[in-house]
């Protein structure tokens, strides 16, 4: 098995429950990650740990089920996909492997918000992912991912990251 992993972290002045909130639907993904590009069969916010819904990568061909496997608010999320990774629409293709997302929030300092995701992407000898497709574990993606949510979150509640 093979095993890849990158986190990235950002500091906001936004509560962790507010972060929490925002980040931990998936609904706002689009808005926010530059590898998503659909969320369907979203089960009602907040996730709770069980539920699954599916996300369309970059083409909006590839799709990855995930499931909700911790969900303390507001201090940690964890969701992971496993078996055929970005699959098509009738589960046909994809590789074989487990993908797991998670999110920590800590209170470095008063008003402060930490905010770290972190990505593991682990796969079969046998079934190794195209070097392209590992792009997508680039700490870059996180970054971007880190500073939309700042942009959505200043257009919604107001000024918010540090």
């Known amino acids: 098995m093979g095993t890849v992993t990158t ?3 950002t500091a906001f002045t ?3 429950e507010t972060i929490y909130d925002f980040v931990t639907n998936p609904a706002n993904w689009t808005k926010t990650y530059p590898g998503s590009v659909h969320v369907g069969n979203l089960p009602e ?3 709770k740990v069980g539920d699954t819904w599916v996300e369309a990568g970059p083409d909006g061909s590839r799709i990855f089920t995930w499931h909700c496997a911790i969900a303390i608010r507001p201090r940690m999320f964890v969701f992971n996909s496993v078996g055929r990774l970005g699959h098509d629409a009738d589960g046909n293709g994809g590789r074989e492997g487990r993908m ?3 999110y920590h929030f800590t209170e470095p300092g008063a008003g402060v918000t930490l905010f770290t995701r972190s990505m593991t992407i682990e796969t079969y000898k046998h079934a190794p992912f195209p070097d392209g497709w590992f792009r997508t574990v680039n700490p870059a993606h996180i970054d ?3 500073d939309a949510i700042a942009r959505e979150l200043d257009a919604l509640v107001g000024v918010g990251r540090g």
Do not use: D
Request: proline share 13%.
């Open 144 to 146: 971007a991912y880190h």
């Open 14 to 16: 936004y509560p962790a």
């Open 45 to 47: 916010v907040p996730l």
């Open 100 to 102: 797991t997302i998670t």
């Open 7 to 9: 986190s990235s972290a």
